[in-house]
């Protein structure tokens, strides 16, 4: 079975500019979340998708942030415009079982740096 | 205050050693709780989780929750240099009519041979 991929697993670039991130959950898997984990802290929930829908984006930082899940299957988190802050890991993470979220499976993640 | 507290470390054992990870958490809300495993400039993945106070044991690794004290532990016996990593411990906070996932800052194991 394969796992949650996500790409690209590297992304440089200066403050101000736009960034989008892509991941491809596990096949089946009706539940996808996006996290951000800044260096030496755990990962912190950005979004949280049940198929098309968004379940809870309450730690979002809409003014620059901005997630879609199309078709239920394939997500894509942007960033416009970064900030130095937003230097972090985003991972992607899937669930088999709506809102089952104690059994999630993580991509390897991508890696931001904003200089 | 977090809602999930980890000391974050490094903890340096031996090979072979018994290894106790901790975490607290201060909302009585949270029900389950989950351990996970993560490796350098990897995502992490997930160890155990369990429901209730008690002991729950998988192979070389046994969890234990105490709900009285909003205490939760992963032990590690004998430890091997592969379990060199760093071990998140989560829990869902019910919460807006769904469950966030919230972790622990984690806590770096290195195990040396």
């Known amino acids: 079975e394969a796992g949650v991929a996500q790409s690209p697993r590297y992304k440089i670039i200066e403050k101000r500019q736009s960034v989008a991130f892509w991941c491809n959950p596990i096949s089946g898997h009706a539940t996808l979340y996006w996290y951000q984990q800044i260096l030496g802290q755990g990962p912190k929930l950005l979004i949280q998708?049940?198929?098309?829908?968004?379940?809870?984006d309450s730690q979002l930082p809409k003014d620059r942030f901005s997630a879609e899940r199309l078709k239920g299957v394939d997500s894509t988190l942007k960033i416009q415009p970064a900030k130095l802050e937003d230097s972090a890991v985003y991972l992607c993470?899937?669930?088999?079982?709506?809102?089952?979220?104690?059994?999630?499976?993580f991509g390897p993640g991508t890696r931001l740096t904003v200089t | 205050q977090k809602e999930v507290e980890q000391d974050p470390g490094p903890l340096s054992v031996p090979e072979g050693a018994i290894v106790s990870l901790n975490c607290t958490y201060s909302n009585s809300a949270f029900q389950y709780f989950m351990w996970y495993r993560q490796y350098s400039r990897k995502g992490p993945e997930l160890l155990m989780y369990?429901?209730?106070?008690g002991n729950k044991e998988d192979g070389r690794f046994t969890a234990q929750v105490d709900k009285s004290s909003k205490y939760i532990s992963l032990f590690i016996r004998d430890s091997q240099p592969s379990d060199s990593a760093t071990y998140l411990c989560a829990s869902p906070l019910p919460g807006g009519g769904s469950y966030i996932p919230t972790f622990g800052r984690g806590t770096s194991l290195i195990v040396h041979p």
């Open positions: 369990t429901y209730s106070s």
């Open positions: 998708f049940q198929n098309n829908g968004v379940v809870d």
């Open positions: 993470a899937s669930s088999f079982t709506p809102g089952n979220s104690y059994e999630q499976y």
